[in-house]
């Protein structure tokens, strides 16, 4: 007892809390809804996975999920991948500028760009599903490629091609980034399959087909009609298997991105020409960003326009009506999105920084944990989150409504979205010399003064990337917005709903602003210093 109570410093206490937030709103939940599958009204029983063994509709939307889920991962390989070799250290004309931007995507919500293709073409049914799923998660594969091939030592690959000649250095280059690219397809192929939104907003009309993550949400809203306990207990019984299948996976990338550490490059490889292809290839970019940014706000411009009605042609008159009409019935939704986003964001940064610390110097299986809600599919959080707090006694011990309010909904995206800043700040302690913290040791400070003084500030600039990402995803979060009470009043979910209304005119203006938002505080640093644009890594 003497020896826990020595290590229960106040330099201690926001790990406590941290790790106490992870297991009210992440391990309690799931626990709480895994248990229930077995409770019935007469005790024990496995009723309700008995029915899912024998559902075959649970086994045609895996499948169905399993097919787009393959599909949207080579999308997102052949244009996140093939964008991060032709923009890293190649003479691709405005390479230096395009490479940056292959994260750009990540800021566009999965829906705008289903949005924007549904409404040039007849995007309904699996292909159009798939492309823009790829789309939508091509940067996790753009980002993790030009990751490795900047950690890639320049005379390793010089010396292959001098003994092996210019194809089998190319090849070896390959092998050496192989788990990040293979990685990047696993979180891309990961996010494909539980994605709700997009295939949701293709196939509404004359639905034939059901992605798993659809079919979750499905037997959610039918559970009130259900007659047997295994009705009741479906969407559980259901999505559990999902979280294995996931978790799994999750596993495997983060394994393959532990194996390919920073390597300490020495010199950076070297500009390789592209030759007679140096022009032609400029498509692969453009046409990446082309449909991960420039078709969605193109057509969101459209709409603003007026080109969503055929009343009367497209003007800058109908645009001020469209722009008044957001300012009425938008502007709120809207700026519920942004200080949701900025109260996760810093909420986020807060809980990850001695969580990553204590992953990163002590207790290894405390990153696999941190990770974990990345593996939950949006849906089955925020049904484990509903299900455990709507009608908590605790809650209604201290009083209020927090359920229904705002304090739930930051929770909840902080819950979703914390692996994402964990990871990043994980990976940057990891970068940090072992020798100065030995040093201080020797210092006469408190744990305190030395996690203030020499811990925090390396991560700085590491938590104010972690904090923009987290920030971008919030802004763009579709598919917990659906289950939480609060969230259902911020911009993304009320465009969803507003879209399938024939309310494309002040929608577009909202979502024109959504996109804003989400581009200039990634770019805020640069405009304000001056600096060149550099990669996310």
Known sequence: MKALARSLTPASWPLLAAFAFLVAFVLLPLGSVLVGTFQGPDGFTLEAWTALAADRAALRQMWASLQVGLAATAVSLLLGGLHAWVTTGRDLPGGGWLGPLGVAPLVVPPIFVAM??????????????????????????????????????????????????????????????????????????????????????????????????????????????????????????????????????????????????????????????????????????????????????????RWVLGSAQRLEPMSLEFAQQSWAKAMDQGLTPLLNSVALAIGTAVFVVLLALPLARGAARRWPLLELLCALPAAIPAILLGIALVQSFHDSALLRAFGGDFYAGWGFAVCGYAARLLPFAALTLSAQVRRQPLAAEEAGLLVQRSATARALRLHLPPLLPAAWTAGVLVFVLALRELDLAVVLPAANATAVRRLSNSVHFQHEDWCGVIALLVLGIAVLLPLLPSLLAGRRLQSLS
């Open 116 to 301: 924007g293709l549904a409404d040039v073409v007849d995007a309904a049914g699996f292909w159009p599903c798939a492309l823009l799923l790829g789309i939508a998660h091509a940067p996790f594969v753009a980002v993790l490629t030009a990751r490795g091939l900047r950690s890639v030592d320049g005379r390793a690959y010089e010396a292959a091609w001098l003994l092996r000649g210019r194809a089998r250095a190319e090849l070896w280059l390959v092998r050496a980034i192989a788990p990040e690219l293979l990685a990047g397809c696993l979180l891309a192929f990961l996010f494909a399959l539980a994605d709700y939104g997009v295939p949701e907003f293709l196939t509404v009309k004359g639905k034939t087909w059901l992605t798993y993550a659809e079919g979750l949400l499905a037997r959610w809203n039918r559970r009130t009609v259900g007659t047997t306990f295994a009705e009741l207990q479906s969407p559980i019984t259901a999505a559990l298997p999902f979280l294995v299948a996931l978790g799994c996976l999750l596993w495997l990338a983060l394994r393959l991105r532990g194996n390919a550490p920073d390597r300490g490059v020495a010199r950076p490889l070297p500009v390789r020409p592209l030759g007679a292809w140096r022009w032609p290839l400029l498509a692969v970019p453009l046409v990446y960003l082309g449909f991960g940014i420039g078709l969605p706000v193109f057509v969101l411009g």
